[in-house]
């Protein structure tokens, strides 16, 4: 059993910063890219930020120089810094995870529950 669990989302005024944390628990082997997505109502799931445990990051071209991905492997946690927010940014973000469980099972883009982020103009 793996649970990827969201904290951080809320309501903000345009111009200000939230920080998301997502924190991976369970029988868990290792983990390879973590991130973040997002979806507003009405639209397509969005890319925002990934994170491999090599480093590697990349930005959805929307929030790049305003977001900031990191990650702590020891504790299996990825955190999304939210700065300059704008009403665009909007919804409901969903961490995932591609990772291989204790078991030997390999989790492909595995979701949390997701957490809101409402930006106030």
């Known amino acids: 059993q793996v649970q990827l669990v969201e904290s951080g989302g809320g309501l903000v005024q345009a111009g200000g910063s939230l920080r998301l944390s997502c924190t991976a628990s369970?029988?868990?082997?290792?983990?390879?890219?973590m991130g973040w997505y997002r979806q507003a109502p009405g639209k397509q799931r969005e890319l925002v930020a990934a994170?491999?445990?090599?480093?590697?990051?990349n930005y959805a071209d929307s929030v790049k120089g305003r977001f900031t991905i990191s990650r702590d492997n020891a504790k299996n946690t990825v955190y999304l810094q939210m700065n300059s927010l704008k009403p665009e940014d909007t919804a409901v973000y969903y961490c995932?995870?591609?990772?291989?469980?204790?078991?030997?099972?390999?989790?492909?883009?595995?979701w949390g529950q997701g957490t809101q982020v409402t930006v106030s103009s």
């Open positions: 995932f995870a591609d990772l291989l469980t204790q078991g030997g099972t390999y989790l492909h883009d595995y």
């Open positions: 369970g029988s868990i082997f290792s983990i390879n890219a």
């Open positions: 994170s491999t445990s090599g480093g590697n990051t």
